[in-house]
């Protein structure tokens, strides 16, 4: 690639959308230590499909609570206001990049199926290492490939040969991605976070989620979407532009202290979870 | 039935008796098909000797993927898409349970088909 065709290339994946207003200003909210959950509760009653998402999402076997939540403050008082802005921001974030072909459709959902199952198995791997931060790990897992969004919404042609040199290359999109546009979509996926001013964490996770070791201090967050994401590969739920499950590694599973024991009954919650989430999410 | 050292084997020689690693793990079935894959994913966990039942296994009525249940031919199709990392325990252990769910699955829709038929 060129320099002049890598600088266009920049300019229009750079082009990109802002959050939703609602989003933004519960974000706002969230960082203010006056607000209270009868403040956040009215910003988000005024947007109905965020209302709707947030409610569904609270019913659904994610929390698992034993009675029903009826009504918004109800449920951020039980979730907790950087719980609610997560969950909210991941479930619009799709919405911002429509694709206009069936075939582009197509490939986003697949996208959506995949980018949930690694979130719900990213929560699932927390629960067995008693992580305290189960939602963020959610969150980090939905958005890790949030840079295949980008490419799919603003570089369509890139994108179709990208799939195509793995499929027929039997390689991983990743290697593909550089191939092809010089970079990778964890790459894109960090400039998108930088610019929607998302924290540092979920931005270095969703950079890192294929090379977790070198996300410093959040190797181990990082290592877990990294495992989440192999792990719903080799199930088959989605897909993520290419059929490969890459290589496990070694150092991110040591950090992560876990038993090939507990493979099993993670992968067994994922598929458990997978139909239920994904009906209450979309 | 012959025991093979494992430099012996050669794809598509059917396996006379399962393979499990040294911590019971199945790492292939009893009467299945011996394939460069399976023989790769015996060397990574170190088995030395394979007992094998005949030469290729086209001969044998029992072998092939219809034969092999449901879980293995789940199994053969997630193999692809392991590629070379096969030659990694974990990565085996991976494939493995990811196979065994994934037919757990199927053979309950199947069930709840027959129910509803």
Same mark, same amino acid.
């Given at each position: 690639?060129?320099?002049?065709?890598?600088?266009?290339?920049?300019?229009?994946?750079?082009?990109?959308?802002?959050?939703? @207003?609602?989003?933004?200003?519960?974000?706002?909210?969230?960082? +203010?230590?006056?607000?209270?959950?009868?403040?956040?509760?009215?910003?988000?009653?005024? +947007?109905?499909?965020?209302?709707?998402?947030?409610?569904?999402?609270?019913?659904?076997?994610?929390?698992?609570?034993?009675?029903?939540?009826?009504?918004?403050?109800?449920?951020?008082?039980?979730?907790?206001?950087?719980?609610? @802005?997560?969950?909210?921001?991941?479930?619009?974030?799709?919405?911002?990049?429509?694709?206009?072909?069936?075939?582009?459709?197509?490939?986003?959902? !697949?996208?959506?199926?995949?980018?949930?199952?690694?979130?719900?198995?990213?929560?699932?791997?927390?629960?067995?290492?008693?992580?305290?931060?189960?939602?963020?790990?959610?969150? !980090?897992?939905?958005?890790?490939?949030?840079?295949?969004?980008?490419?799919?919404?603003?570089?369509?042609?890139?994108?179709?040969?990208?799939?195509?040199?793995?499929?027929?290359?039997?390689?991983?999109?990743?290697?593909?991605?550089?191939?092809?546009?010089?970079?990778?979509?964890?790459?894109?996926?960090?400039?998108?976070? &930088?610019?929607?001013?998302?924290?540092?964490?979920?931005?270095?996770?969703?950079?890192?989620?294929?090379?977790?070791?070198?996300?410093?201090?959040?190797?181990?967050?990082?290592?877990?979407?990294?495992?989440?994401?192999?792990?719903?590969?080799?199930?088959?739920?989605?897909? *993520?532009?290419?059929?490969?499950?890459?290589?496990?590694?070694?150092?991110?599973?040591?950090?992560?202290?876990?038993?090939?024991?507990?493979?099993?009954?993670?992968?067994?919650?994922?598929?458990?979870?997978?139909?239920?989430?994904? !009906?209450?999410? @979309? | 039935?012959?025991?093979?050292?494992? &430099?012996?084997?050669?794809? *598509?020689?059917?396996?006379?008796?399962?393979?499990?690693?040294?911590?019971?793990?199945?790492?292939?079935?009893? /009467?299945?098909?011996?394939?460069?894959?399976?023989?790769?994913?015996?060397?990574?966990?170190?088995?030395?000797?394979?007992?094998?039942?005949?030469?290729?296994?086209?001969?044998?009525?029992?072998?092939?993927?219809?034969?092999?249940?449901?879980?293995?031919?789940?199994?053969?199709?997630?193999?692809?898409?392991?590629?070379? /990392?096969?030659?990694?325990?974990?990565?085996?252990?991976?494939?493995?349970?990811?196979?065994?769910?994934?037919?757990?699955?199927?053979?309950?829709?199947?069930?709840?088909?027959?129910?509803?038929?």
């Amino acid at each position: 690639m060129s320099e002049a065709d890598l600088k266009r290339l920049i300019a229009r994946v750079e082009d990109l959308p802002t959050l939703p @207003r609602t989003v933004l200003r519960i974000t706002e909210m969230v960082n +203010d230590p006056r607000a209270s959950a009868r403040d956040l509760s009215r910003i988000i009653t005024d +947007d109905q499909v965020l209302t709707a998402r947030l409610l569904k999402l609270v019913n659904s076997s994610f929390y698992g609570f034993p009675q029903r939540v009826a009504t918004v403050t109800g449920a951020i008082v039980l979730i907790g206001f950087d719980a609610i @802005r997560n969950l909210l921001l991941t479930t619009s974030v799709f919405d911002l990049f429509p694709s206009r072909t069936v075939k582009g459709r197509r490939l986003q959902e !697949a996208l959506w199926d995949h980018s949930l199952g690694c979130a719900i198995g990213a929560k699932a791997i927390g629960e067995v290492l008693r992580h305290e931060k189960l939602e963020e790990l959610f969150v !980090a897992g939905l958005l890790h490939d949030i840079g295949k969004i980008v490419e799919m919404a603003r570089l369509p042609d890139e994108f179709e040969r990208i799939t195509v040199r793995a499929r027929e290359g039997r390689m991983l999109i990743a290697a593909a991605e550089t191939e092809i546009l010089g970079c990778t979509h964890a790459e894109i996926g960090r400039l998108l976070l &930088d610019r929607w001013k998302l924290p540092v964490k979920l931005m270095t996770t969703i950079a890192f989620h294929h090379a977790p070791l070198a996300a410093g201090g959040f190797a181990l967050e990082t290592s877990i979407v990294h495992l989440a994401d192999i792990l719903t590969r080799a199930l088959q739920l989605g897909s *993520g532009g290419d059929d490969q499950v890459p290589m496990l590694d070694t150092s991110a599973w040591e950090l992560l202290r876990l038993k090939t024991s507990s493979l099993e009954p993670i992968m067994s919650a994922m598929l458990d979870e997978f139909g239920d989430i994904s !009906a209450f999410l @979309r | 039935m012959p025991i093979l050292n494992l &430099d012996d084997v050669k794809a *598509g020689m059917t396996l006379a008796e399962a393979v499990r690693n040294h911590q019971d793990q199945l790492l292939l079935e009893g /009467g299945r098909r011996i394939t460069e894959k399976s023989i790769r994913i015996f060397k990574s966990w170190g088995i030395r000797r394979v007992a094998v039942k005949s030469g290729p296994a086209g001969d044998d009525p029992g072998d092939g993927v219809a034969a092999a249940g449901l879980a293995t031919a789940i199994e053969e199709g997630l193999g692809a898409r392991f590629g070379d /990392g096969l030659t990694d325990p974990l990565m085996v252990a991976i494939m493995q349970a990811a196979g065994r769910q994934l037919a757990a699955r199927q053979k309950k829709k199947k069930k709840t088909g027959d129910v509803r038929s």
